[in-house]
């Protein structure tokens, strides 16, 4: 493993800031980049190609290395092809490696052999703290570096930044996350001109240009790693209406203009998106990051919340998970009225970049592709979404991988000549995917034995940009002329994501003389080149529209949502189109009518909602939350008007659709039909569950009544009943005295609980000892014996499905680490504590001491055990309460594991 220091990179002198320039020459020819005093003195490590398993037909290349580049966290490529690109060398517990700050860098490939030879700084400076965005959109560098989302623009176009003539702007400022995972991302364009930017779920406080301000916190509220301060505090503003007047929480997606005016949050609730593909017909995708493991890929549905935080920001999953769910659909809320499908959760990892291909050199079976990068897992994923009724389709492949599934498993796992090369093959981390100008994929390796946990075990810095190409191929840059039509028309055409906004801008500049070339491209047999021509042409004046076509006039259920989406865009009219869509054949095309209506007055959504309401089949989950989108802020009228024209005035026989509708809207008017299903003998225990937890979902005294006497009678829901009221007594139902009147009721007496005491002892320092990473590492593992020595893992973890999930989920963990990061967390657990997983300590008054997870710090406070042993306690029964700075996970010496028994448990892990 590495072993070197990476020094710090001193500052240009003079700092020449070199920026892109669209109507300069190119960048002339450099000097190979050679080694620059204060660069780390060693060579650069990194995976070489033939370790990649891709496509056949495929081949990857270098592009660049170190020390071109170092630590890359973000990249674009611009008009000319060149590759900027996001350092984070200060990354994390190295906020003060560097105090010249972190770099924008800029590499080209002058001679056209297939690899970089100029390698230059675009800016250096003090602020910069492992930015997590660059975007190259004209002559504007976009770096998403918290607070601020910063706009460097080249005014003069002489490719170097002076701050005398050219400019540094602050577009947007206020969000959480200086040096942190959990912040602030990337820009991307959109094929409506708009800038698209998300953040992870240390959210913000933000004002745009409009005069609008966005508040946007979740309960994930860590402090500063290193001398920082987060500028506001999330625990005051969390839950707190936006000026739009919708409450927004966690991690969130953003639409806005160039400009920074008119930001629109059009998705929220995730736990750290890194970053999101906008494809040309309008549909943005994205993955997020998982808590334990439960990463997604996912279809962001417009204004959709995404479950991982509860709706007033202020709980976490793990205290709202129902008896009976899995990790999975409790992480995500999946069985919750108001939130959107996951998409694809596909378990453990840390997906970061991704990229939308439309067109390019792979060819036309990679045509309308998401790729996205997993580097806890050593590969790229590859997606071709299908729509699915409402939503979309996600079936996820392997694209790109140093370390294909299974590769390694076996008996001589770790040993014999196969060590090393696993070791190399799990430091492949791919930060970022993007699409040249050239047609072929580029992806940067941030190359770590170590990913998440805001770890950096890689001394050296190493970093890698890695060009995917069909075989031989020879990259051409088209020389573009962008004062012109044509040139305008080939930007646009682009395969590059935001070079696509040259045209698109300067087409839109030129109005009714751009009409007749864009709409050559209605003709193009790409849908996604007819849906670029689409967007821009309803921008360009009173003909464009027409020229366009209307969304009824489309000939596919794509073209109709992308003239529609491209119609609100331009800030047209859309009632007529809303009203005609809202009968359409097709359920996708009726759900985008549906979540337009979300900003409608009653009068104009009224009967849209209801035409589409009839459109539901029961089952479409992406349906039901785009029609209860539409009907935000106006629930009961919206019931009252479907119930009238679909329901039955005996809730027994409503239809499975329209239950579906009342859980969905779940208003008060409601409560007394939902009751009367919940106790109904003659419904499935399903049906009545539905109508319980429908009621469990409105914040009202009359629905804390109705779960009252629900957790009363003798049915079969009445457990279900009791756990939604200890649930909802410490937040929505809090106002309410459901403690005194469960008592009362001889539901709950907090009198007689018994508590019971549960100790997990830190080990001592003999046992710390007797048992070291290095005398681990010495030996070879079996993973037979491994798995036979993971049943004392049990206790804790989940392998296999079996198991208490105390600590995190074990499955698929050690297939992206190094042997080294596994046998440390066996021996150490308390060196790198897991997201989510700090311990506390609970002293009773009757003296007994309790260690594990607290779920909820209230009355009753709710707190889970080693075991899986979860205890409600009154709070007037605690004494005390402490944070423990030490995992609540056993450590191998504690467990009683020799070093080979720990060598053995690595080996199975690595390959489980």
């Known amino acids: 493993m590495k072993t070197m220091t990476c020094h710090p990179i001193p500052a240009a002198a003079p700092p020449l800031l070199l920026l892109l320039s669209l109507f300069a020459p190119a960048l002339t020819a450099q000097e190979p980049t050679e080694p620059t005093p204060g660069y780390p003195d060693a060579p650069a490590e990194r995976v070489t190609e033939e370790l990649f398993v891709v496509p056949e037909g495929l ?18 490529i611009d008009i000319e092809g060149r590759i900027w690109v996001a350092e984070g060398v200060r990354y994390r517990r190295n906020f003060d490696r ?16 297939g690899k970089a030879d100029s ?10 703290i492992a930015p997590l965005g660059v975007a190259v959109i004209d002559n504007k560098i976009v770096v998403s570096q918290p607070p601020h989302l910063l706009v460097y623009t080249d005014v003069d176009r002489d490719l170097k930044f002076d701050p005398a003539k050219d400019k540094r702007e602050i577009l947007l400022t206020g969000f959480n996350g200086q040096n942190h995972d959990h912040s602030l991302h990337s820009v991307t364009v959109g094929p409506d001109g708009k800038w698209y930017f998300n953040s992870g779920n240390l959210g913000g406080r933000f004002t745009d240009k ?31 209406p936006s000026d739009d007047g919708h409450v927004y929480v966690g991690g969130f997606t953003a639409r806005m203009n160039p400009d920074g005016s008119e930001v629109e949050i059009i998705g929220h609730n995730y736990r ?16 997020d990051n998982d808590d334990p493991p439960a990463c997604r890929v996912s279809w962001v549905m417009e204004y959709a919340n995404f479950g991982f935080s509860s709706n007033d920001g202020q709980r976490g999953w793990r205290v709202d998970k129902r008896p009976g769910q899995t990790t999975a659909v409790a992480e995500w809320r999946q069985e919750n009225p108001g939130i959107t499908p996951a998409g694809d959760v596909y378990g453990g990892g840390s997906p970061t970049g991704n990229v939308f291909y439309e067109n390019g050199a792979l060819g036309e079976e990679w045509i309308g592709t998401f790729f996205a990068c997993e580097p806890g897992r050593n590969v790229i994923f590859s997606y071709q979404p299908e729509l699915r009724g409402a939503g979309f389709q996600l079936d996820r492949h392997d694209f790109a991988t140093t370390n294909p599934s299974g590769e390694f498993a076996g008996s001589d796992f770790l040993g014999g000549n196969d060590s090393v090369n696993h070791e190399v093959r799990t430091l492949f981390r791919p930060s970022d995917i993007a699409v040249g100008p050239d047609g072929a994929l580029y992806v940067s390796d941030w190359y770590d034995a170590r990913v998440g946990g805001h770890q950096a075990l890689d001394g050296t810095c190493s970093g890698a940009i890695y060009r995917i190409a069909p075989k031989g191929f020879q990259s051409v840059v088209p020389k573009i002329d962008i004062t012109t039509i044509e040139g305008q028309i080939e930007a646009l055409k682009s395969p590059a994501v935001n070079v696509r906004a040259i045209g698109f801008e300067g087409l839109k500049a030129r109005g009714r003389a751009a009409l007749d070339p864009v709409a050559a491209l209605l003709d193009d047999p790409n849908p996604y080149l007819r849906g670029r021509a689409v967007h821009l042409l309803y921008q360009l004046g009173i003909s464009g529209p027409r020229v366009a076509g209307y969304p009824a006039a489309q000939t596919t259920p794509e073209m109709k949502i992308a003239a529609f989406r491209a119609m609100r865009r331009a800030g047209l009219d859309i009632s007529g189109a809303a009203a005609g869509l809202a009968e359409d054949e097709n359920p996708a095309v009726r759900r985008e009518v549906a979540l337009a209506m979300r900003n409608e007055p009653l009068d104009l959504s009224r009967e849209i909602l209801v035409s589409i309401a009839r459109g539901y089949d029961g089952q479409d989950r992406s349906y039901l939350e785009a029609f209860g989108t539409g009907a935000t802020g106006k629930e009961a009228e919206i019931y009252s008007a479907v119930k009238d024209a679909m329901g039955d005035d005996d809730a027994r026989r409503w239809s499975d659709a ?84 469960m008592k009362t009721r001889g539901i709950y007496d907090p009198g007689k609980v018994v508590i019971q005491e549960v100790l997990i002892p830190e080990p001592d320092e003999i046992q710390k000892a007797a048992l070291t990473v290095e005398s681990v590492l010495a030996l070879t593992g079996d993973p037979e014996r491994g798995k036979t020595t993971a ?36 021996v150490d657990p308390s060196a790198d504590i897991s997201h989510g997983f700090d311990g506390t300590e609970l002293v009773t008054k009757d003296g007994k001491t309790i260690h594990g997870l607290l779920l909820q710090d209230g009355n009753p406070a709710i707190i889970s055990g080693m075991g899986g042993i979860t205890q409600i306690l009154p709070k007037g029964s605690i004494a005390s309460k402490k944070k423990l700075s030490r995992s609540m996970m056993l450590s191998a010496a504690q467990l009683g594991l020799t070093a080979q028994d720990v060598a053995d448990l690595a080996a199975f892990l690595k390959g489980n």
């Not at 750290?272 to 993955?287: A, P, R």
């Not at 049943?791 to 080294?820: K, N, S, Y």
């Open 119 to 128: 390698s230059h700084t675009f800016v250096q400076e003090p602020l910069l």
């Open 98 to 113: 560097q105090p010249e700050g972190d770099r924008i860098v800029v590499l080209q490939d002058t001679d056209g052999d």
């Open 791 to 826: 049943t004392r893992c049990i206790m804790c973890h989940e392998i296999g499905g079996t198991g208490v999930a105390f600590g995190p989920p074990l499955d698929g963990w050690g297939r992206g680490q190094t042997l080294e990061v596994i046998v440390r967390s066996i």
């Open 658 to 741: 329209f239950a579906g509708i009342a859980w969905r809207l779940h208003p008060p008017s409601a409560i007394e039909d939902l009751s009367v299903r919940a106790q109904s003998g003659i419904l499935t225990k399903d049906q009545r569950e539905q109508s319980l937890d429908a009621i469990a979902f409105i914040r009202t005294r009359g629905a804390a009544t109705a779960m009252l006497t629900l957790a009363q009678i003798d049915t079969p829901l009445k457990s279900r009943a009791l756990w939604w009221l200890m649930n909802r007594m410490n937040n929505d139902w809090k106002e309410y005295g459901l403690l005194e009147e």
């Open 272 to 287: 750290n998106s890194y970053e999101q593909s906008i494809t040309s017909l309008g549909d943005v995708f994205q993955n």
């Open 59 to 76: 081949e990857v290349t270098l592009w660049a290395g170190s020390p071109q580049l170092f630590n890359p966290t973000n990249i674009d």
């Open 210 to 240: 409009s005069g609008k301000t966005f508040t946007i916190f979740g309960e994930y509220r860590p402090k500063p790693i290193g001398p920082f301060e987060f500028p506001h505090n999330p625990e005051v503003l969390a839950g707190t």
